[in-house]
């Protein structure tokens, strides 16, 4: 199951991602939450903190500048940009896919 959550400013989206994300884990689903927003919060709000979500963006941010190799899965992804939050949630925040694997990752 894949489930995107988009919207206008201010309208919710990351406060619904987030109990989404943790409800889903609780229920059992393996939950991988990507955080794609410019102004990327999600670890806050699924309760990872405050410095790991900064660490999360500071990563991304350094694959935006080259200094950082792309991941060429979504395995890869969240084991070289991710973590794992609450309830077994696997966070990352990314900016863009580029060729990803059939399906959505």
Do not use: W
């Not at 409800?23 to 990507?34: E, F, N, P, V």
């Amino acid at each position: 199951m894949k489930i995107a959550v988009v919207g206008k400013g201010g309208s919710g989206k990351t406060t619904t991602s987030a109990v989404l994300a943790r409800t889903l884990a609780r229920s059992g689903y393996a939950t991988l939450a990507l955080d794609c927003d410019s102004n990327p919060n999600l670890g806050i709000s699924l309760g990872i903190g405050e410095e790991a979500t900064e660490r999360l963006i500071s990563v991304r941010d350094a694959v935006d500048a080259g200094e950082e190799e792309h991941a060429s899965s979504a395995e890869d992804l969240v084991a070289r940009f991710g973590i794992e939050g609450p309830d077994g949630v696997r966070l990352a925040v990314v900016s863009a896919i580029q060729n990803p694997e059939p399906g959505c990752p």
